[in-house]
């Protein structure tokens, strides 16, 4: 059993303080989202979580594409590379499940959207460690995994 003594006093706010407190925290998040704006790897960074997220719940990578498509034009050469792989992982995927869908009746459609998962996690772990290495996507217009 522990002894009153030796439990800290409880720290008493006014009510006027608990609001203050709480403002600078808000202004200390919009520093922080600030300065995450400048840095030039955030933007790929959402659009891959985006993507990871996709994996999971397809809603998500709509979100990342359209931030690809914003974001490539103002980035960075290395960078660009990861946000024409990204565009073309959407574009090879919907194409993919389209015929797979298609040759479904002929047993190669079944083949294919059971492996296009594996695909598309794939390309996502292989682009953002490279993303994290800060290393260009070799080939970001290669169907596989550049």
């Given at each position: 059993?522990?002894?009153?003594k ?5 720290e008493?706010?006014?009510p006027g303080?608990?609001?203050?407190r ?8 919009a520093?922080?989202?600030?300065c995450m ?25 709509l ?19 990861h ?20 040759t ?16 598309y ?5 292989r682009?953002?460690?490279?993303l ?7 080939d ?7």
């Open positions: 059993m522990t002894d009153a030796s439990l800290p006093e409880p008493i706010i006014s303080e608990n609001a203050k709480s403002g600078d925290n808000f202004e200390n998040l520093e922080d989202l600030k704006s400048k840095n030039p790897m955030t933007m790929p960074r959402a659009t891959y979580i985006l993507y990871a997220i996709a994996a999971v719940s397809g809603l998500p990578m979100i990342g594409l359209v931030l690809a498509y914003v974001a490539r034009g103002d980035a960075p050469m290395w960078l660009q590379s946000y024409t792989f990204m565009i073309r992982t959407f574009w090879y995927g919907v194409a993919l499940i389209a015929i797979g869908l298609v479904f009746i002929i047993g190669v459609g079944m083949f294919l959207l059971w492996i296009l998962p594996v695909w996690v794939v390309r996502i772990v682009g953002w460690m490279l994290e290495n800060q290393k260009p996507i070799p970001p217009e290669s169907w596989l995994f550049s």
